[in-house]
């Protein structure tokens, strides 16, 4: 057995055990207080104001070090590439909507560069975080776990799962369009066919390509992640439908 | 008294074959190849349906849509738990061994499995499920099959006249298995050379650790040779043999972790293409002009070039059986077909490889398709391979390589000229 088996939340049983602890380690994400509590601990040693900027970093990385010994380094790393990404886009645009639109956002430049400072650490450990949660729970076991409970609760678990399914399912939409898109752009971000255009005409031609390649991505990936849905959900039927009739003949 | 039976339905094109199959389960298959907005205003009716469990065992138009977990393990375990209590991995094994898959996939993610791997693996869950499904309704149910392995079509067809269930068969006119009408047409095609180099490619799939732990894999293709290819060339071989894998190593889509694999054409190209097997989801749910215009919107030579090649070879398709059952011809797969082939062409590749492009179209109009293209792109020095296992590609073909598997792990390479 692996020596670090152990430490692998998605190997965690019963299920609803290592739901809690992904509940628990990502709380931070979701409330402020766990935040302030570890920046309280810490103003003890440094100034408080640099004890509240290194906790959102020092949580982010707890997050990180949770999620390595299930993902393995190399996915973690595709998972924080994706991640900061995500995260520098998120920052960046926001701090361009406060310099355009002052009167919106909180007159304290302070308190607004250190929102978008937790704002940055905090997608970069939601985006790890998140999708080692969703793949840790494998839907044929809950509707498994399901099959001795009673309605509703059995009910509520079948929907459960077939949402839990199509979250997972996402990832696998995005590998496949991904292929689909290296074929047809090979450099990924830059169209495969420039023409004759050149300088300025390419870089707007370019900016316009990205956006409309991005809205295109974000269709594709909705209406292939909403494809298999009328499959799945006859199946969790056919489940269901035969554990009631199971449920029948054992009374 | 047996009163199972066993019906074979046949249709002209895909659209026809999926409104049949939604008819008759009652399991909604959107129509990606009308754009986004035909499928959002299709999925919200679906939404807004009540209909009751089909309660039948499903073989879907794609092989992909009805397997909803994530690998053939949790596949068979949740076919198979109404009724084992608790089906061993030794039992999944041994469904999927009785359809002739290998018992390591079980353990695969379901997305890089071959298209005659899901179909086997469909044919291993409709067994499990036979017990407790009303009947099997299969929409083409041996199209991704190499003619070596329909004997399994005919072992699950039996089980299930065994258990006296019934069976509906959609198939798709001209089918190889259920309608081998010959067709008397005859294509000449006058060939086209290119150089093909290859030197021992091998390719690495890295092992997965999570969710689920599955091995790396390699496949090494062992063969060394330079060959002066004719083009139409078929690329044909056994279910999972690798040769999807081929055809993304020569395109540059799968990365070779040693050895090589080159082409050259004698205009001194040397970049292929490839229009994958599943059409549908390389539209980026957009319409068959919509995706030339959108590719191609920083380039309007190519554009225009790829839009008279789209058009030209979609007014070849003029026959009237099409335009009663479909109102607007531009939104079919077929439609959708040929733009992504114009799209490639456009490009002037050295290769164009076109993955099964006979899936969700008649024989005829594959047969016109692959003709066609094989005309427009020889006009333009493109060569032109076809991957498939589909006896029918044999009459086009000039050349073909055939990968024969040595061991798990090594495939031969064998090139025969016609």
New interface residues.
Partial sequence: MNRFNFFKIHLVKPFWLRFIIFIIVGLPLFSNSPARFISQILSKFFNPEFALIITYPLISFFIWLFCLPSLGLKKLLDYMAAAFAIALTTVITSSLLQYLLPFIFEKDAYASSVRLLRLYFIVLAVFPWSLTFINSFSPDSIINALMHLKKPFRETGLHFALALRVFQHVGTVVGRLLIIWKERHPSIIVMRHVGEIKNLDFIWEWIRWLACSLIDWVYACLILTFEPIPAMVNEFEILSERNKINDSSEK | MNNATYNISKFNTFETLVDSFVAS??????K?SEG?NS?FKG?YN?LSTERT???CS?I?PEP???L???NPA?VM??AL??ILNSPSEDCIKEYLSKYGLDPSISTQ???TLSGGEMLLLNFAKAEA?AE??ERLIASNPVFWLNSSRYHHWQSLKEFYGSKQKSIDVLVLNGDTYFDNAQTNDDFKIHPLEFKLSIKEPKVIF?EI???IYHAARTITYKCHKEIIVKSPFLISGDNGVGKSIFSGML???VNISSGDLSIEALNGETAS??V?QEAV??C???TPEKLIN?????????NQSALNVFRNLLSEFNNPDQHQECENKTYTLLALKIALIA?RLA?KPALLLLDEPGWGLSNKDAQLLVYKVSQVAHDLGVALGIVSHQPTWHKFAASKLTLKRLSQNEVDIEYESF
């Avoid at chain 2, 959108?294 to 190519?302: G, I, K, Q, T």
């Fill in positions: 389960t009652g399991v909604y298959f959107p990606l986004r499928f999925f679906w469990p089909s309660n499903l879907t992909l849509q009805a909803s977990l994530p949790q375990y949740s738990r109404p993610p379901i997305t499920q407790y499904s890295p650790r999570f969710p395109s540059s889509i293409r490839l994958f989801s390389q980026f749910a957009k959108d590719v191609f919107c920083a380039d309007l030579e190519r799209e490009d």
